[in-house]
T-cell receptor, first 115, second 113 residues
């Protein structure tokens, strides 16, 4: 398996623009996570899907952020409108829910810069 | 949400020496999992070691071992015979029974030649 695939790897956008980050989880994994990494706050869990259904989105910072998982092999995280404080590395991770010792497998991350 | 605390933002160790990274967590659950991840400059998150809460025996993976103190909710990582390639950011993670993963803020490890 190719692992968790995220795109793009880097994104630079202007304040106010819409940004869409994409993720393809590992086949067969039914849990998907979006994280935001910053120096100050480390890895923050933004939202968690199980079987394509959002289970916990309490980490989504504000209404400008939204996430979808239309099927088992694809998820998006959208920021609209983007702000400079959204600049961070965004990770997608997947995990097979029913395997007790399974770790979360991470993608390479998307480095977002909002200018 | 669960909290994971790593109180050492930075640590350094001499090559070939031993270093211990600290982690504490907060939970009311009895059945959960703990992990240490390594993040080198490439940004890739790499699993180092895992521990199941119901197992009393501390996990070991080659030069990496943990000291799991369930009652104290403590989960430290010991790296023996440190190598230059061990230099990275290390994250402690807690996995809840509901399969949510929570991470600490990380410890940046420098290995001195």
């Amino acid at each position: 398996d190719a692992g968790v695939i995220q795109s793009p790897r880097h994104e630079v956008t202007e304040m106010g623009q819409e940004v869409t980050l994409r993720c393809k989880p590992i086949s067969g994994h039914n849990s998907l996570f979006w994280y935001r990494q910053t120096m100050m706050r480390g890895l923050e869990l933004l939202i968690y899907f199980n079987n394509n259904v959002p289970i916990d989105d309490s980490g989504m910072p504000e209404d400008r952020f939204s996430a979808k998982m239309p099927n088992a092999s694809f998820s998006t995280l959208k920021i609209q409108p983007s702000e400079p404080r959204d600049s961070a590395v965004y990770f997608c991770a997947s995990s097979p829910k029913n395997r007790g010792t399974a770790e979360a497998f991470f993608g390479q991350g998307t480095r977002l810069t909002v200018v | 949400a669960q909290t994971v605390t790593q109180s050492q933002p930075e640590m350094s160790v001499q090559e070939a020496e031993t270093v211990t990274l600290s982690c504490t967590y907060d939970t009311s659950e009895s059945d959960y999992y703990l992990f240490w991840y390594k993040q080198p400059p490439s940004r890739q998150m790499i699993l180092v070691i895992r521990q199941e809460a119901y197992k009393q025996q501390n996990a070991t993976e080659n030069r990496f071992s943990v000291n799991f103190q369930k009652a104290a909710k403590s989960f430290s990582l010991k790296i023996s015979d440190s190598q230059l390639g061990d230099a990275a950011m290390y994250f402690c993670a807690y996995r809840s029974p509901g399969n949510q993963f929570y991470f600490g803020t990380g410890t940046s490890l420098t290995v001195i030649p």
